[in-house]
């Protein structure tokens, strides 16, 4: 968003709901004239939640979001906003923290009569209101601060506990988790326990180059005698040998801690 669980609905009554603004109404009361919401599930490393979709309230989002679930353009992507108490947010990111190309153009935005209640399915967007593509989330708890400014289409029908797990990620800078739960796919219906999404298999991790802690502990006494050559000659510009120094203590690699010391060298010459 501009910068969001065991199964069960949203809580609160019928009557809660109607008290506190427009939710879903439930479908026994309203016998055979509506037909069923069209349902998606999401299979998660962290479990599969199933989410309802209301076209009456929002039709071009939920028509934009079933594009996106029909394509298999959520497979891969990870919960890259987890803020408990608030949202779990997904359906831009890939594991490697690249943004994800939108397959088609921003969605017009859509003021929909639903509120965000707990569990509520809403669609993220940046600071433009029409400017949402694929990302969408999940509430943790009421947040009517969100009325109106963003879009609820539908809700979470199964899964909070999977939500939970999801919201209890431990984060790093901007929320996002140290280890994301990945959206193994998305479809149409209800899970399908008859055909399970592939376990996932996280990347292989590649091995340090040898000696690198060497190398980038000679590349910190680099940086400092760098520093103290800017200060001994400061006409003399010493930022390519400061890059190729930083260069050196993110790899590990000889090769990159032998082209800083060159650069030093040629500099201290000077």
């Known amino acids: 968003m501009h910068g969001a669980s065991s199964s069960d609905s949203l809580r609160g009554s019928a009557a809660a709901e109607h008290a506190s603004g427009v939710g879903f109404k439930p479908?026994?009361?309203?016998?055979?004239?509506?037909?069923?919401?069209?349902?998606?599930?999401?299979?998660?490393?962290?479990?599969?939640?199933?989410?309802?979709?209301?076209?009456?309230?929002?039709?071009?989002?939920v028509e934009n979001f079933l594009f996106y679930v029909?394509?298999?353009?959520?497979?891969?992507?990870?919960?890259?906003?987890?803020?408990?108490?608030?949202?779990a947010q997904t359906g831009g990111y890939t594991l490697d923290g690249k943004r994800k190309a939108p397959a088609r153009p921003p969605l017009r935005f859509e003021r929909s009569p639903l509120k965000h209640l707990d569990g509520a399915l809403g669609m993220a967007r940046a600071q433009e209101y029409n400017s949402a593509t694929s990302e969408f989330y999940l509430t943790d708890g009421p947040q009517r601060d969100l009325d109106n400014e963003y879009c609820v289409f539908?809700?979470?029908l199964a899964g909070r506990d999977v939500l939970q797990r999801i919201l209890k990620s431990p984060t790093k800078a901007n929320d996002?988790?140290?280890?994301?739960?990945?959206?193994?796919?998305?479809?149409?219906?209800?899970p399908d326990p008859a055909n399970p999404a592939p376990a996932y298999k996280p990347p292989a991790k590649i091995a340090p180059p040898a000696g690198a802690d060497e190398v980038r502990a000679a590349a910190r006494k680099l940086r400092g005698k760098a520093a103290l050559l800017r200060a001994r000659k400061p006409l003399i510009a010493v930022a390519d040998?400061?890059?190729?120094?930083?260069?050196?203590?993110?790899?590990?690699?000889?090769?990159?801690?032998?082209?800083?010391?060159?650069?030093?060298?040629?500099?201290?010459?000077?």
């Open 27 to 61: 479908r026994a009361a309203l016998g055979s004239l509506v037909p069923d919401l069209p349902i998606v599930t999401l299979e998660t490393t962290a479990g599969d939640l199933v989410v309802e979709l209301d076209p009456a309230a929002a039709p071009l989002t």
């Open 70 to 87: 029909k394509s298999g353009y959520y497979a891969g992507v990870v919960w890259h906003r987890v803020v408990p108490r608030f949202c």
């Open 154 to 156: 539908g809700r979470l």
């Open 176 to 190: 996002w988790p140290e280890e994301p739960p990945i959206v193994l796919r998305a479809y149409e219906g209800k």
């Open 241 to 270: 040998v400061e890059a190729a120094i930083a260069q050196a203590d993110k790899t590990g690699k000889r090769e990159d801690l032998e082209r800083a010391e060159r650069l030093f060298a040629e500099k201290e010459k000077k």
